[in-house]
């Protein structure tokens, strides 16, 4: 794509030809000074959740009470893993709400390793998501049996080659477990080319689609992903700790365990048995007693990704990230800036990561709520900042403001002021 103007009109026109421009108006935004890029982080707020939450919590919490469980509670984590299924590419008795992302990994990852009993190798990438990680570490202490974690490295910081993949796995190989979309770099996996070489070695495949749900437009079964798990509250706006969804390849489904077997996950938990029966299908994936509140945010705020459709919202997502590399070039390449993401769109998802070695005091400048404009991005170790671009509410005019806002920054130096400590949460 090519851009030939680095003056704000040009960002004014995108935004004014933008199909999705309407959707915009669809989230609570409170502040016009401020810029919100770390929708990759957590999603802002719709305001058709923020009244579907009033009613949940006034009318069926409030009113209805445990009566709501039959009207409407009980259905709801696959009510809404079958809207999650149309914006993956799966069956919608595929895909069930659960439990945490890294929760939903541990189930995965332990019934993968039960039904490829005899291999003890686990496959990942130094660019996988931490939590997955020590999630797999755990396993393998807790089961005892020489199970070993492989971590496939990046030649260049960015990006994975998938030779590496291929060389990391063989016969040995029970499990291929990466991130679709990495979380620093934004590097996307060609998903159908690396789930072809875990099965070529007859290896199973689980991604991890947090960062690449709602933005990229995924397709399991024509990819023949075994697994999948992923968060909401990123791209798909569901709310802090909103819950995880997993998915199973329907075929797949008899034949893993479910690893925490709980009466959610039961054939008949009502009958309050003494004895576990696995559920048939998905369902016996679930755990415990759904979190009704934040799986009913979750429910609406996926509306608005099915209504603008995975694959305009693709389409924006490259534009807005193309347009974003365009004036990074051109503005702050100069000022010791460099790109930590790949600059071809098809291994990329929605975030660019820019590096600097000022980077932690340059997004204290840039956060600085004393400021006449505000720039929420996120810093994440040694030097990378995030921008996080959320097709159905960021424009291009934001991105045109913030890369100006950046080469003030360093321009005045006014990043000096600020000092290196750091939050809890960064
Ligand atoms: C955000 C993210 C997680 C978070 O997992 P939680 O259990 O919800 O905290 C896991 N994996 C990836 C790839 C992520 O981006």
């Known amino acids: 794509m090519k851009f030939h103007s680095k003056d704000i009109s040009l960002a004014k026109k995108l935004d004014a030809d933008d199909p999705l421009k309407s959707f915009r108006d669809e ?14 982080s957590l999603g802002r707020l719709p305001l058709k959740t923020q009244s579907n939450l009033n009613q ?60 490829q009993s005899e291999r003890k190798t686990i496959v990942s990438d130094e660019f996988n998501f931490p939590s997955d990680l020590y999630v797999i570490q755990g396993i393998i202490k ?57 099965h070529d070695s007859d290896a199973l495949m689980l991604w991890d689609l ?10 399991l079964n024509k990819s023949d992903v075994d697994m999948a798990i992923g968060c909401t509250y990123k791209y798909l706006n569901g709310g802090p700790g909103a819950p995880a969804f997993i998915y199973v390849r329907k075929d797949l489904q008899d034949k893993l365990n479910p690893s925490i077997s709980g009466w959610f996950g039961d054939s008949s938990p009502f009958e309050f048995n003494l004895e576990y029966n696995a559920s048939e299908g998905i369902k016996k994936f679930l755990t415990g007693t759904p979190p009704i509140v934040s799986l009913s945010a979750v429910d609406s705020s996926i509306d608005l990704i099915l209504d603008a459709g995975i694959d305009s919202i693709r389409i924006k997502s490259i534009k807005l990230t193309e347009y974003l590399v365009f004036l990074i070039n051109n503005i702050l390449l100069p000022l010791e800036f460099k790109i930590g993401s790949p600059l071809d769109e098809n291994f990329r998802g929605s975030h660019i990561s820019i590096r600097h070695p000022e980077a932690f005091k340059i997004v204290k400048a840039m956060t600085d709520e004393k400021n006449n404009m505000v720039v929420i991005p996120d810093f994440r170790e040694p030097d990378n900042i995030r921008l996080g671009l959320s097709p159905l ?25 600020y000092q290196e400590i750091k939050s809890v949460v960064t």
């Not at 069926?60 to 509670?73: A, K």
């Not at 947090?210 to 397709?219: K, M, P």
């Not at 424009?395 to 360093?410: G, K, P, S």
Request: charged letters at 25%; a negative charge; one cysteine or more.
């Open 27 to 40: 989230f609570v935004i409170t502040e016009e000074k401020t810029i919100y890029l770390n929708g990759n």
């Open 56 to 115: 949940v919590v006034n009318k069926q919490w409030g009113e209805r009470l445990v009566r709501n469980w039959n009207e409407g509670w009980y259905d709801l984590p696959g009510k809404v893993g079958a809207k999650i299924a149309k914006i993956i590419g799966a069956q919608e008795d595929e895909v069930i709400i659960a439990d945490s992302t890294s929760i939903n990994l541990y189930k995965l990852v332990l019934a993968a390793l039960q039904y």
């Open 142 to 198: 807790q089961l005892q049996k020489d199970h070993n974690l492989v971590i496939v490295k990046s030649n260049d910081g960015i990006t994975i080659d998938s030779e590496n993949i291929n060389m990391a796995i063989n016969s040995e190989t029970a499990l291929l477990t990466l991130s679709h979309a990495c979380f620093k770099s934004a590097f996307l996996y060609d998903m159908e080319r690396i789930t072809k070489l875990a």
């Open 210 to 219: 947090s960062h690449s749900v709602g933005v990229v437009d995924i397709d």
């Open 393 to 417: 509410y960021t424009t291009f005019e934001e991105l045109w403001l913030t890369v100006n806002r950046i080469e003030e920054i360093v321009l005045t130096k006014e990043y000096q002021k």
